[in-house]
């Protein structure tokens, strides 16, 4: 099983970047593209215990994200870019965990407040 997950990993990243080439990036998406990606905090009581990055997936707020990045957490801050990607993200929520998988090192959060 193993074997196969790397066979199929190392086809999908040899297909990246042949799909990166044919499209141009504009600065227009790359200003989507950030404005999805989020910052997140782990926290195991009141201390934040490490961080990483997710991406928003939904409206509603749906984050996905690896499961290294939420281990051994029990909540979760989320820091988003403001206008200017040159600045630092910025607190503007919190979020639980809706789904977890060590097997494939994946986790879902949901922006809930």
Avoid: C, W
């Amino acid at each position: 099983m193993k074997r196969l997950m790397l066979v199929l990993l190392s086809v999908i990243m040899l297909a990246v970047p042949v799909a990166a080439q044919a499209q141009d990036v504009t600065g227009g998406s790359i200003e989507d593209i950030a404005s999805s990606v989020v910052l997140i905090e782990t926290i195991r009581g009141i201390r934040a215990i490490s961080s990483g990055t997710g991406t928003i997936i939904s409206p509603d707020g749906l984050i996905y994200t690896n499961q290294h990045v939420i281990e051994d957490g029990n909540d979760f801050a989320i820091y988003l870019l403001g206008e200017d990607l040159g600045e630092q993200p910025e607190l503007r929520y919190y979020a639980s965990l809706l789904y977890v998988s060590r097997t494939l090192d994946f986790a879902i959060l949901e922006i809930d407040r």
